[in-house]
């Protein structure tokens, strides 16, 4: 799998600190040490330190660990890290300032460019990247227009209600057709999750690999109700799942969840899995809305 944001901004800072700190070549780097200096877990220190090893940036060390090698040819992938991480920041930035009311329905990427002191490169990125996750899209002209989302308490805690209804139901759906090879394919997404690998993710990335998780199944009911209403609730959950994301400890818990559900759908059973998906869902709501 290629490097997530997180261990790229991760090995960027780690350089960073390799810098700022005049490390010297040779030096071993502990990944205790980095994790506290950086205030992460290790889990993103190790794997930003194997990416630098990849780079050539650090070397393995004999008895574990890594030692820091020549940094002078890094400078062009720290420029798209940095990048990269103010674009993550605005972005965020930008879709909070339109949860909270602060941005109007309709905006111009003038306006967009001078309250977050972009570039036009910066704010072409990111707006691509809103359009193509569905919560804003072009109007005529230099104009964008944001699209509806879930703004209240009341219509978070619906919105689950209504996948607490719809998602058991697509699973016994009588065209269920099973794509085993898609759902073999998220259940491993998840698995590695549950593993760990969720520490090493932002509420983005988490997001993005939890709705396709529920989408594959409910695609696999072939009701084109289930399965445009849960992508149309997905897409409007988005941003307020940006900000509001389980604690890691609890997210583990649920994508083991997400294993058991596959693991009963692969095996054919059908209407355990629905129900397994009840609980989960109902445990879920319970945790996010507190009803």
């Known amino acids: 799998m290629p490097p997530t944001q997180l261990t790229r901004q991760v090995a960027a800072r780690i350089v960073d600190y390799i810098r700022t700190e005049q490390v010297a070549t040779g030096t071993r780097l502990v990944e205790r040490t980095l994790a506290d200096h950086l205030r992460v877990s290790r889990s993103p220190v190790r794997n930003a330190l194997r990416l630098l090893a990849d780079s050539g940036a650090v070397a393995e060390a004999e008895r574990g660990g890594y030692t820091v090698l020549d940094l002078a040819d890094l400078r062009l992938e720290l420029t798209e890290d940095a990048e990269d991480g103010v674009d993550e920041s605005v972005y965020l930035r930008i879709a909070s300032d339109r949860l909270d009311g602060t941005l109007p329905d309709r905006v111009t990427e003038s306006a967009l460019t001078r309250q977050y002191a972009l570039t036009p490169a910066q704010l072409n990125r990111i707006l691509r990247r809103a359009s193509s996750e569905g919560w804003i899209e072009r109007t005529p002209g230099y104009g964008w227009e944001f699209r509806p989302t879930l703004t209240s308490e009341q219509s978070y805690a619906d919105s689950y209600r209504f996948r607490l209804t719809i998602e058991p139901a697509a699973i016994l759906e009588p ?117």
């Not at 289930?226 to 509001?244: G, H, K, S, T």
């Not at 083991?256 to 869902?281: C, N, Q, W």
């Open 175 to 291: 065209t269920f057709v099973l794509d085993r090879a898609a759902l073999e394919h998220v259940r491993d997404q998840q698995q590695r999750l549950a593993d760990g690998a969720i520490h090493e993710l932002d509420n983005i990335e988490l997001f993005n690999i939890n709705h396709v998780f529920h989408e594959t199944i409910a695609e696999c009911s072939r009701n084109e109700f289930f399965i445009e209403a849960l992508r149309r609730i997905d897409n409007l959950r988005r941003l307020v799942e940006y900000r509001r994301s389980l604690p890691r400890d609890r997210g583990v818990v649920r994508c083991r969840e997400h294993v058991e559900i596959a693991d009963l759908l692969l095996a054919g059973r059908r209407t355990e899995a629905a129900e397994r998906m009840r609980e989960h869902l109902s445990s879920v709501t319970t945790e996010k809305t507190g009803s």
